[in-house]
């Protein structure tokens, strides 16, 4: 019998090595012996793919092999994600839910879309690289609760700021809650915008967000 850990390890491994049959497999095969899909994607995909950044940092593995990395990661989540089981006692909380502009990095935010989901509220998913003007749309459009955005580079986290200060100038600061994440981001970052929440991980974002409802 294999134990979880070992599992977690493989996991890892599997986007590691650019090895999508082997994640897919990893990711099919804990499904039917009972691991828990989030336990596995955060204690073994997500592990392998920060670990698959810093060997990009040292300049151990190239952008391509990155690439190939991340598909790995997303072809292995995206069914470990359909099998979250679903709560539908928040419908009634509506999120815009985006990547900030110039920003392509996706992954983390689809996982914020699929916990949040599951967790019962009504997710708008509006992609990657979007501008902060096209959210607060989105965001009026729908009469959103919570907007939530996601940027993983220095450089276009101060779209979060940008966000904060349209929101200020447009008088709408008080309408929508607003919670940010993604590796560069921090608590400290979200206090200095005026952000309301910070999340350093997608269910630690669902129980922001279920914090911020409480308080609004
Ligand atoms: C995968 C990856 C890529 C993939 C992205 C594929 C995709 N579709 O997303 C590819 C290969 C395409 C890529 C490209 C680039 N990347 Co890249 N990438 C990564 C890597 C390895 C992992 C990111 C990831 O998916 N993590 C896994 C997810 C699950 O974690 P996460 O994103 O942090 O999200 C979780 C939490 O943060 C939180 N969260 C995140 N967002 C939000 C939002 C809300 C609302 C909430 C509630 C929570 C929340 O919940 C998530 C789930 O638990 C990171 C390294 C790292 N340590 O982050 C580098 C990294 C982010 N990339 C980096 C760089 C430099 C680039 C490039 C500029 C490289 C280049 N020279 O072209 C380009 C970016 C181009 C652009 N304009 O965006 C640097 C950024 C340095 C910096 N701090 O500015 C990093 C840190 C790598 C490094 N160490 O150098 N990258």
Not at 114 to 141: C, Q, R, W, Y
Not at 153 to 158: F, P, R, Y
């Amino acid at each position: 019998m294999v134990s979880n850990m070992e599992i977690f390890e493989a996991a890892s491994k599997s986007i590691i090595d650019q090895d999508i049959d082997k994640a897919v497999e990893i990711a099919k095969s804990s499904l039917s012996q009972g691991v828990n899909p989030l336990e596995l994607i955060e204690k073994g995909f997500t592990d392998g793919i920060r670990k698959a950044g810093e060997l990009f940092d040292r300049g151990q593995l190239f952008l391509p092999e990155l690439m190939s990395c991340a598909d790995a990661m997303k072809a292995a989540t995206d069914i470990l994600s359909d099998a979250i089981p679903a709560d539908s006692r928040n419908k009634s909380i509506k999120c815009v839910i985006a990547t900030v502009e110039g920003d392509i990095h996706d992954i983390g935010k689809g996982l914020v879309v699929s916990l949040f989901t599951v967790n019962g509220m009504e997710v708008h998913d509006l992609g990657a690289e979007v501008p902060s003007d096209v959210i607060i749309d989105k965001a009026i459009e729908i009469d959103a609760d919570i907007i939530g955005t996601s940027a993983l580079l220095n450089t276009t986290m101060k779209q979060m700021k940008k966000l904060e200060d349209e929101l200020r100038e447009r008088g709408l600061k008080d309408r929508f809650k607003t919670i940010i994440g993604g590796a560069p981001v921090t608590e400290r970052y979200a206090k200095k915008i005026g952000a309301d929440a910070y999340a350093e991980n997608a269910m630690d974002g669902v129980n922001k967000v279920f914090q911020l409802m409480k308080d609004k």
